[in-house]
């Protein structure tokens, strides 16, 4: 079946620093990605999606590449803040055409020092 | 347009009881998903809807777990019997076939089970 494997955390940076989060995944056809985040005490929230292989999700200075050679979707952000510590969710729909759920890796916590 | 949301926030029952979990998804929005997701885990999904049909229920977690949809707009999740192990977080998302498998998840319902 469909799986997502992230690198675990915690994952400890300081303000300003590059931030990679690894994700990888195993699925048959081909599944949309998707990086979600969660806030401490708050849900889910969509962070960036890519829909087809060299695509680009970015945002909030977040971006990721739909690599389907490498079945990767790396989290890179140039310069962390405080304010991104947050636990960090890769995920992929599987491909009923968002007819099935979402699989979700573990999930990375990031925690940023000022 | 506030988003997912979700009621109760929190809930305390003691084992063997029924629960019930509401989910309201955001208008228009005829796609509705539960999830759970445990302690450092990432969100397990659990059962789908289109409009009112529940299209997906196979990996409900037993046959005390139960969902509806009645009337195709608010949600409800229902644990019989509950167990210590059912524990947990549980979600709903709901999409649109607009923006196909890009799913918004609301704020959550905790679960103890004592």
């Known amino acids: 079946g469909d799986s997502v494997t992230q690198m675990e955390g915690p994952v400890t940076l300081s303000e300003e620093a590059f931030l990679t989060i690894n994700c990888t995944y195993t699925?048959?056809?081909?599944?949309?990605l998707f990086w979600y985040v969660q806030y401490p005490g708050e849900g889910l929230q969509l962070l960036l999606k890519?829909?087809?292989?060299?695509d680009k999700g970015s945002n909030k200075g977040f971006e990721a590449t739909y690599r389907k050679e490498t079945t990767s979707f790396h989290l890179e952000k140039g310069s962390v803040q405080v304010s991104d510590s947050a636990v960090y969710f890769c995920?992929?729909?599987?491909?009923?055409?968002?007819?099935?759920?979402?699989?979700f890796g573990k999930g990375t916590h990031l925690i940023i020092q000022p | 347009d506030t988003g997912v949301s979700q009621n109760p926030r929190h809930k305390i029952t003691k084992r063997g009881q029924n629960v019930t979990f509401r989910c309201d998804p955001i208008?228009?929005?005829?796609?509705l998903y539960w999830y759970r997701q445990t302690l450092g885990q990432g969100p397990e999904f659990l059962t789908y809807?289109?409009?009112?049909?529940?299209?997906?229920k196979s990996r409900l977690l037993s046959d005390r777990f139960s969902a509806e949809r009645p009337k195709g707009s608010f949600s409800t999740l229902e644990i019989q019997r509950t167990e210590q192990g059912d524990s947990a977080m549980y979600l709903c998302?709901?999409?649109?076939?607009?923006?196909?498998?890009?799913?918004?998840f609301g704020p959550g319902t905790r679960l103890l089970v004592l």
């Open positions: 998302a709901s999409s649109s076939r607009v923006e196909g498998e890009t799913q918004y």
């Open positions: 699925a048959t056809g081909y599944p949309s």
């Open positions: 890519a829909t087809k292989a060299d």
């Open positions: 995920a992929l729909s599987g491909s009923g055409g968002g007819a099935d759920g979402l699989t």
């Open positions: 208008s228009e929005h005829n796609r």
């Open positions: 809807f289109q409009n009112e049909a529940q299209l997906e």
